[in-house]
């Protein structure tokens, strides 16, 4: 089955920087598109990031433009989400999320996806 596992959250002061990290597992990583949600207390989750298979096109919810950054490396099964600048409205829990279809586009919205992780808190403070 598909495993996905969050890690790199934690407290930060505002304007530092995390480096989020997704650790896929249970089928051919480098077939499917990713993508990073998040949720803060008392709000939806919603989109922040998305990548596709081959990490040729990628995506970026206004709010985190030109501060956040998506990647992955097939080889190691892994997507990040590389924080830089981060305010402390980017407190939330981030969770990783694939689709089941493969050699799909990436989506920006939460039922494109199928599998999720358990997610990994980020606390800024100011």
């Known amino acids: 089955q598909v495993q996905l596992v969050e890690s790199g959250g934690g407290l930060v002061q505002a304007g530092g920087s995390l480096r989020l990290s997704c650790a896929a597992s249970?089928?051919?990583?480098?077939?499917?598109?990713m993508g990073w949600f998040r949720q803060a207390p008392g709000k939806e989750r919603e989109f922040v990031a998305s990548?596709?298979?081959?990490?040729?096109?990628?995506d970026y919810a206004d709010s985190v433009k030109g501060r956040f950054t998506i990647s992955r490396d097939n080889a190691k099964n892994t997507v990040y989400l590389q924080m830089n600048s981060l305010k402390p409205e980017d407190t939330a829990v981030y969770y990783c999320a694939t689709p089941r279809a493969s050699f799909r586009q990436p989506s920006g919205v939460v039922a494109g996806y199928d599998y999720w992780g358990q997610g990994t808190p980020v606390t800024v403070s100011s």
């Open positions: 249970g089928r051919t990583f480098s077939m499917y598109a």
């Open positions: 990548i596709s298979w081959n990490g040729g096109s990628t």
